[in-house]
């Protein structure tokens, strides 16, 4: 029973796909390259204290990569002070460095976060990821 | 998590209240205690959104709620030493509820800056917002107190 | 509290012959033609813990059959990875392993399969009559115009615009431990990691994690409550997986010192 099973993931024990090895049930991030200039940040759960850290870092590494960087907040279910704060320095930061940064966002409560923090009209949102992409080049 | 008190159910209306009709106006009360740590701030908020939506509050308001106490429960933790309490007092009013959440200080502490990133966020969230700090009581420390009131209904932003 | 290992079963019981085997095959040279035959040993060997594993998250909308794959994998991955020299035990170090790769595979599978096809239709209907309202109202709607508009009670609909969070909510109990969260910790921790387990008084180390600097006490969560292993802790935290378990045995050490200073 167990060789059989062994058998059939054998393929994927000795990869240590980074993307499949996100464990956070709180917050997921993960990143998809389109062409050398842009990528695509999609973030999933809830941005908080403890998780805004992680989601400031990751974004601040896309950005020193990439020229467009796109996040998508859709799967987003919470996001507080500081996970507003988190993508308000990267905003800043793109500005500063001459990159774009560019929101797309369905989730009600992180729509609801941004504007009822007033903050919604320092960023710049797309209807969708593939728009974002579109106009960025 | 303890929870200290809890006196919010159907219990004392009998069945059939459950259909959406408003209770009568006696406030209902609820109080946590939990080590004042940011792990627990995830389960604060929770209930806050809970108590929001029982008390039939509309969703931008019980988003507004759950925001407000994750960021006030975050600006306590950050003041606070390492053994301490964190107490949240939540009140539902017909209309409003009122979070009342405090913490024990070292002396000297000082209320969060009222012009921090986040105490910004949570006037935008809430509509009533203060800090102060508790007096001393009799061989007992200091505590630092946010009360955030939010009514249960936003009129939404042009 | 005392937790319980004894349905997963301890190193010094059933499992002990797989000891020797276990640093032995640590111990081998990647290529050593052993390997193979002393990986599928251990594998077998270790099987019931996967498959107790597997048991625990049955009946949240999964086929067993399918749980019991993923927790092999974890297991599989738990052989390969596990490092005998780093002090803790493999069971340690399993646990983990292998309920974190179940929880990924609920949560790649999203929330459609974990949530009952009943809830799922019910967050639709909300969706739209949401979205009407808000229109009507020039404002976000109550539950209760929601209920009217559905024609459902209102308790239905409070408990359709949380269904999205009714998972996470079940995992942030496990994480934090506490309150009404004991028994799922309780059953984890004997299993979860010798060195915690030796501190037995959680309520005497609450404090004590609170007065860790941030970082650390980041790495600690994530680690005990969590159950992330070192390698994902590395990622979240944005350090190497060393570097992790540097600040592990110091932040323990000093904990355990601690808690001894206290009694």
Not at chain 1, 20 to 40: K, N, T, Y
Not at chain 1, 76 to 102: I, K, P
Not at chain 2, 36 to 59: K, N, Q
């Amino acid at each position: 029973m167990g060789v059989s099973r062994r058998a059939l993931y054998g393929a994927r024990v000795d990869s240590e796909s980074p993307a499949a090895d996100f464990p956070a049930d709180i917050i997921g991030l993960q990143v998809a390259e389109h062409g050398p200039d842009a990528r695509v940040v999609t973030v999933r759960g809830e941005v908080d204290t403890l998780t805004a850290p992680k989601l400031a870092s990751f974004l601040h590494t896309q950005l020193s990569a990439a020229r467009v960087v796109v996040v998508d907040l859709d799967g987003v279910d919470f996001l507080g002070s500081a996970g507003l704060s988190a993508l308000f320095e990267a905003n800043e930061l793109a500005a500063r460095e001459r990159r774009a940064l560019r929101l797309v966002c369905h989730s009600r409560i992180a729509n609801r976060a941004l504007e009822a923090t007033e903050l919604r009209d320092h960023f710049t949102f797309a209807d969708t990821v593939p728009d974002a992409l579109k106009n960025s080049v | 998590m303890t929870y200290v008190d809890k006196d919010y159910s159907a219990s004392n209306g009998g069945a059939g209240t459950d259909d959406g009709a408003p209770q009568e106006d006696s406030a209902l009360r609820l109080e946590l205690r939990t080590a004042a740590s940011t792990v627990v701030i995830a389960t604060i908020r929770t209930v806050a959104a809970d108590l929001a939506a029982r008390a039939d509050f509309d969703l931008d308001s019980i988003d507004d709620l759950r925001m407000a106490v994750d960021d006030l429960c975050a600006m306590l933790v950050r003041i606070a030493p390492a053994d301490a309490t964190l107490r949240c007092r939540f009140t539902a009013h017909a209309e409003q509820i009122v979070v009342a959440a405090d913490v024990e200080v070292e002396d000297g502490t000082e209320p969060p800056p009222t012009r921090s990133f986040g105490w910004r966020v949570l006037e935008c969230l809430a509509d009533e917002v203060s800090a102060e700090a508790l007096p001393r009581e009799l061989g007992q420390r200091g505590r630092i107190c946010i009360t955030v009131t939010k009514n249960a209904v936003t009129a939404q932003q042009p | 509290m005392t937790p319980s290992v004894s349905s997963v079963g301890t190193e010094q019981g059933e499992y002990a012959h797989l000891v020797p085997l276990q640093r032995r095959y640590a111990e081998l040279d990647p290529n050593d033609p052993e390997r193979p035959g002393l990986r599928e040993q251990l594998i077998n060997g270790y099987l019931p813990v996967a498959e107790h594993i597997a048991r625990r998250f049955a009946g949240r909308g999964e086929p067993l059959d399918d749980l019991m794959q993923v927790a092999t994998v974890g297991l599989i991955n738990a052989v390969d990875r596990f490092e005998p020299g780093r002090g803790s035990d493999f069971f340690s170090f399993a646990v983990p392993t292998i309920t974190g790769e179940v929880r990924r595979y609920f949560r790649d599978h999203g929330w459609s399969t974990r949530v009952p096809r009943r809830l799922k239709d019910l967050h639709i209907a909300i969706r739209s009559a949401l979205a009407e309202l808000s229109q009507q109202l020039g404002r976000a709607p109550r539950p209760s115009e929601i209920a009217d508009r559905l024609g459902l009670p209102v308790a239905e609909v409070i408990e359709g615009l949380q269904a999205g969070e009714a998972y996470r909510s079940s995992s942030l109990d496990e994480m934090l431990g506490s309150g009404e969260g004991k028994a799922t910790l309780g059953e984890f921790i004997g299993g979860l990691d010798g060195e915690l387990a030796l501190i037995d008084d959680r309520e005497a180390l609450r404090p004590l994690l609170a007065q860790l600097p941030p970082r650390e006490r980041t790495i600690i969560a994530l680690r005990f409550f969590r159950q992330l292993t070192q390698t994902q802790i590395a990622e979240q935290v944005g350090i190497s997986q060393m570097h992790v378990s540097r600040v592990l045995r110091q932040t323990l050490a000093y904990l355990h010192e601690q808690m001894a200073g206290s009694d």
